[in-house]
């Protein structure tokens, strides 16, 4: 049996690449090639900051560790991350652990990170920013812990007969809605909401505040009832802030059910 040699594909692509490069005599300049690796460097360590911080936190989170511990953070986020306290102990659901850690799109420096155990899932953002010649958290909003260990509402009505199809389309129009809403990406096109829908949006894009973009909207519930021949949705939508209702049409058009309007309830 003939084993795989992944040395010897390196040293061979290394080589390659090696040699391709003796032959170019366009070769960058000395100066572009250090910013280059300068560049590299500042946000490789960014990212290691962030990690290191976002780790302790959520050991902090889970009571094993202390506000003044966490580590690559300034003062005034140890002092915030201390006065917002920890996930209450009677509430903790087995070991907390660092289940997310992403960047937000469009904000430099600014990071989701969630912390899960079996039974919670809490979202915390924070930003990391040079100071004094490191790379420190300087930003922290602590999860919402109020929001995060509610209990769960009473359980959701029966669907109404001939539901299905409107619901199906509600939400697939929400799996691209949502994101865009928050400013986390463009609008898709989508085969469940009419053209006008989707061009009435584009014109009018949300002016979302810079503090909702780190946020993580999802639908928690969704009801569907009966409108003047068509259906509306009332989908529950939570972002670890605060929940709110939307509405939404549904009409049928050459035999599908397609969402034709979204406002808010409020």
């Known amino acids: 049996m003939t084993r795989p040699r992944p040395l010897l594909a390196f040293i061979t692509a290394a080589s390659v690449a090696a040699i391709a490069g003796c032959g170019n005599t366009n070769h960058p300049s000395r100066s572009t090639s250090a910013a280059t690796r300068r560049a590299s460097t500042s946000t490789s360590a960014e990212h290691v900051a962030g990690g290191l911080f976002a780790a302790a936190y959520v050991r902090f989170l889970d009571g094993a560790s202390t506000a003044a511990a966490l580590p690559d953070a300034t003062m005034r986020v140890r002092v915030l991350a201390g006065r917002a306290g920890r996930v209450p102990a009677a509430r903790r659901r087995g070991t907390l652990v660092l289940a997310e850690l992403r960047a937000v799109q469009g904000q430099p420096g600014s990071y989701v990170l969630a912390g899960s155990d079996a039974a919670h899932t809490f979202y915390a953002t924070i ?6 010649g490191r790379w420190l958290v300087t930003g922290l909003t602590p999860p919402d812990f109020v929001q995060a260990l509610a209990p769960p509402g009473p359980p959701a009505p029966a669907a109404p007969p001939g539901s299905s199809a409107p619901e199906h389309a509600a939400r697939a129009f929400l799996d691209g809605y949502l994101p865009w809403l928050y400013g986390q990406g463009p609008l898709r096109a989508t085969h469940d909401a009419t053209a006008n829908l989707i061009a009435g949006l584009q014109r009018r894009p949300p002016r979302v505040p810079l503090t909702m973009r780190s946020l993580h909207p999802k639908f928690a ?16 939508i939570t972002d670890g802030r605060e929940t709110y209702e939307l509405v939404l049409t549904i009409t049928q058009t050459r035999g599908r059910w397609l969402v034709s ?4 309830a409020r």
Do not use: D, Y
Not at 127 to 132: A, D, E, K, L, Y
């Open 127 to 132: 930003t990391v920013s040079p100071q004094h």
């Open 221 to 236: 519930a969704i009801a569907l009832q009966r409108h003047r021949g068509s259906w509306q949705a009332l989908p529950n």
């Open 261 to 264: 309007g979204v406002s808010n």
